[in-house]
Protein backbone atom coordinates (compact mmCIF):
# COMPACT_ATOMS: atom_id res chain seq x y z
CA UNK A 1 0.00 0.00 0.00
CA UNK A 2 0.89 4.25 -0.64
CA UNK A 3 -0.09 6.65 0.05
CA UNK A 4 0.55 10.04 -2.65
CA UNK A 5 0.37 13.70 -1.61
CA UNK A 6 -2.05 15.04 -4.97
CA UNK A 7 -2.20 18.63 -6.08
CA UNK A 8 -0.06 20.31 -3.41
CA UNK A 9 -0.83 24.03 -2.65
CA UNK A 10 2.63 26.28 -2.33
CA UNK A 11 3.56 29.03 -0.70
CA UNK A 12 7.21 31.08 -1.85
CA UNK A 13 8.41 32.78 1.51
CA UNK A 14 11.66 34.81 0.92
CA UNK A 15 13.56 37.42 2.66
CA UNK A 16 14.41 40.50 0.85
CA UNK A 17 17.18 42.34 1.73
CA UNK A 18 16.01 46.15 1.08
CA UNK A 19 15.75 49.84 2.33
CA UNK A 20 12.21 49.10 4.64
CA UNK A 21 12.51 52.66 5.90
CA UNK A 22 12.80 54.43 2.53
CA UNK A 23 9.18 52.26 1.85
CA UNK A 24 7.51 52.53 4.76
CA UNK A 25 8.10 56.85 4.46
CA UNK A 26 6.94 56.48 0.89
CA UNK A 27 3.55 54.56 2.31
CA UNK A 28 2.90 57.03 5.05
CA UNK A 29 3.57 59.94 2.21
CA UNK A 30 0.89 58.58 0.35
CA UNK A 31 -1.44 57.75 3.23
CA UNK A 32 -1.22 61.67 3.80
CA UNK A 33 -1.61 62.94 0.48
CA UNK A 34 -3.89 60.15 -1.46
CA UNK A 35 -7.26 61.71 -0.71
CA UNK A 36 -9.06 59.25 -2.96
CA UNK A 37 -7.41 56.16 -1.40
CA UNK A 38 -8.47 57.67 2.50
CA UNK A 39 -12.36 57.94 1.04
CA UNK A 40 -11.99 54.15 -0.03
CA UNK A 41 -10.73 52.84 2.85
CA UNK A 42 -13.25 55.12 4.90
CA UNK A 43 -15.92 53.99 2.61
CA UNK A 44 -14.82 50.17 2.70
CA UNK A 45 -14.32 50.36 6.13
CA UNK A 46 -10.73 49.50 5.44
CA UNK A 47 -9.27 50.13 8.99
CA UNK A 48 -6.53 52.43 7.83
CA UNK A 49 -4.91 53.69 4.70
CA UNK A 50 -5.18 51.27 1.07
CA UNK A 51 -3.70 52.46 -2.34
CA UNK A 52 -5.82 49.61 -3.87
CA UNK A 53 -8.54 51.41 -5.29
CA UNK A 54 -6.90 54.78 -6.22
CA UNK A 55 -3.13 54.51 -7.67
CA UNK A 56 -2.17 52.46 -10.33
CA UNK A 57 1.48 53.52 -10.86
CA UNK A 58 3.31 53.31 -7.75
CA UNK A 59 6.53 51.90 -9.74
CA UNK A 60 6.37 54.73 -12.13
CA UNK A 61 5.99 57.17 -9.36
CA UNK A 62 8.32 56.58 -6.76
CA UNK A 63 11.90 55.01 -7.16
CA UNK A 64 11.77 52.44 -3.83
CA UNK A 65 8.49 50.78 -5.42
CA UNK A 66 10.44 50.48 -8.71
CA UNK A 67 13.17 48.35 -7.32
CA UNK A 68 10.51 46.57 -5.17
CA UNK A 69 8.51 45.84 -8.58
CA UNK A 70 12.04 44.52 -10.08
CA UNK A 71 12.71 42.32 -7.04
CA UNK A 72 9.10 40.94 -6.82
CA UNK A 73 9.65 39.96 -10.40
CA UNK A 74 12.10 37.87 -9.96
CA UNK A 75 11.09 36.24 -7.25
CA UNK A 76 7.45 35.59 -9.22
CA UNK A 77 9.60 33.86 -11.96
CA UNK A 78 12.07 31.71 -9.63
CA UNK A 79 7.95 30.84 -8.19
CA UNK A 80 6.93 30.40 -11.78
CA UNK A 81 9.31 27.82 -12.37
CA UNK A 82 8.94 25.52 -8.82
CA UNK A 83 5.70 25.61 -10.09
CA UNK A 84 6.51 24.19 -13.57
CA UNK A 85 5.13 26.95 -15.25
CA UNK A 86 6.32 27.69 -18.92
CA UNK A 87 5.10 31.24 -18.02
CA UNK A 88 6.99 34.48 -17.20
CA UNK A 89 5.01 36.49 -14.94
CA UNK A 90 4.50 39.76 -15.30
CA UNK A 91 3.84 42.48 -12.73
CA UNK A 92 0.20 43.68 -13.08
CA UNK A 93 -0.64 45.69 -10.29
CA UNK A 94 0.83 46.45 -7.00
CA UNK A 95 -0.53 48.47 -3.85
CA UNK A 96 0.26 49.85 -0.64
CA UNK A 97 -2.01 49.07 3.19
CA UNK A 98 -1.40 50.66 5.90
CA UNK A 99 -3.08 49.06 8.44
CA UNK A 100 -4.22 50.54 12.12
CA UNK A 101 -3.77 48.06 15.36
CA UNK A 102 -6.56 45.42 15.18
CA UNK A 103 -7.43 46.53 11.50
CA UNK A 104 -8.31 43.24 9.66
CA UNK A 105 -9.03 42.03 6.15
CA UNK A 106 -11.81 39.08 5.70
CA UNK A 107 -11.74 36.46 3.38
CA UNK A 108 -10.76 37.08 -0.78
CA UNK A 109 -8.56 35.70 -3.47
CA UNK A 110 -7.41 37.60 -6.48
CA UNK A 111 -9.92 37.00 -9.55
CA UNK A 112 -7.80 37.90 -13.19
CA UNK A 113 -4.43 37.28 -11.63
CA UNK A 114 -2.10 34.10 -11.44
CA UNK A 115 0.41 35.12 -8.75
CA UNK A 116 -0.43 37.05 -5.84
CA UNK A 117 1.73 38.27 -2.58
CA UNK A 118 2.53 40.66 -0.12
CA UNK A 119 5.60 42.12 0.97
CA UNK A 120 5.98 43.17 4.79
CA UNK A 121 7.47 46.38 5.78
CA UNK A 122 6.54 47.23 9.77
CA UNK A 123 5.25 44.94 11.53
CA UNK A 124 4.55 46.09 15.34
CA UNK A 125 4.59 42.80 17.78
CA UNK A 126 1.13 41.05 17.69
CA UNK A 127 0.07 42.33 14.75
CA UNK A 128 -2.62 40.13 12.77
CA UNK A 129 -1.20 36.75 11.14
CA UNK A 130 -2.10 36.49 7.35
CA UNK A 131 -4.32 33.27 7.34
CA UNK A 132 -4.72 30.87 4.42
CA UNK A 133 -7.48 28.50 3.61
CA UNK A 134 -7.33 24.66 2.54
CA UNK A 135 -8.23 25.07 -1.13
CA UNK A 136 -10.72 21.57 -0.78
CA UNK A 137 -12.67 23.32 1.62
CA UNK A 138 -15.69 24.44 0.15
CA UNK A 139 -15.56 21.14 -1.69
CA UNK A 140 -15.16 19.08 1.71
CA UNK A 141 -19.28 18.21 1.91
CA UNK A 142 -19.84 15.78 5.03
CA UNK A 143 -15.67 15.96 5.54
CA UNK A 144 -14.76 15.46 9.35
CA UNK A 145 -13.14 19.01 10.55
CA UNK A 146 -9.31 18.97 9.83
CA UNK A 147 -6.96 20.30 12.11
CA UNK A 148 -5.20 21.93 9.47
CA UNK A 149 -8.15 23.61 7.34
CA UNK A 150 -6.25 26.74 7.84
CA UNK A 151 -2.56 27.71 8.32
CA UNK A 152 -1.24 31.21 9.34
CA UNK A 153 1.88 33.06 9.05
CA UNK A 154 3.49 35.86 11.04
CA UNK A 155 4.45 38.63 9.53
CA UNK A 156 7.94 40.25 9.83
CA UNK A 157 9.25 43.17 8.54
CA UNK A 158 11.23 42.33 5.06
CA UNK A 159 9.14 38.68 4.48
CA UNK A 160 8.07 38.57 0.70
CA UNK A 161 5.01 35.74 0.77
CA UNK A 162 3.35 34.97 -3.38
CA UNK A 163 0.86 32.02 -3.50
CA UNK A 164 -1.64 31.50 -6.54
CA UNK A 165 -4.04 33.87 -6.98
CA UNK A 166 -6.74 31.23 -6.63
CA UNK A 167 -5.60 30.56 -2.66
CA UNK A 168 -8.32 32.40 -0.25
CA UNK A 169 -6.55 34.45 2.41
CA UNK A 170 -7.46 36.94 4.87
CA UNK A 171 -5.34 39.06 7.07
CA UNK A 172 -6.48 38.34 11.33
CA UNK A 173 -6.92 41.22 13.44
CA UNK A 174 -4.12 41.13 16.16
CA UNK A 175 -3.81 43.16 19.62
CA UNK A 176 -0.27 44.62 18.58
CA UNK A 177 0.03 48.40 18.98
CA UNK A 178 1.19 50.45 15.68
CA UNK A 179 0.83 50.14 12.26
CA UNK A 180 1.10 47.04 9.97
CA UNK A 181 2.87 48.43 6.81
CA UNK A 182 2.72 46.50 3.74
CA UNK A 183 2.82 46.14 0.13
CA UNK A 184 0.44 44.07 -2.07
CA UNK A 185 0.50 42.86 -5.80
CA UNK A 186 -0.54 40.66 -8.57
CA UNK A 187 0.73 39.22 -11.27
CA UNK A 188 -0.37 37.96 -14.50
Known amino acids: MSVRDLFPTRLYEAQLETD ?7 I ?17 RYAGYTSYASLNDLPRRDP ?10 RHARSFAID ?7 RLDSLW ?7 GQHSG ?17 QGSGAIRFEDPRLPLMMAAP ?7 SVEPHPGLLLLWES ?23
Open 83 to 89: LGWEVRP
Open 108 to 124: HIHPQSILSGTFYVEVP
Open 145 to 151: QRPDSFV
Open 166 to 188: WLRHEVRPGPGKGERLSISFNFA
Open 20 to 26: LDELAHS
Open 96 to 102: VNLLKSG
Open 64 to 73: AFADLAKALT
Open 28 to 44: RSLAQDDGAGRQWSRDH
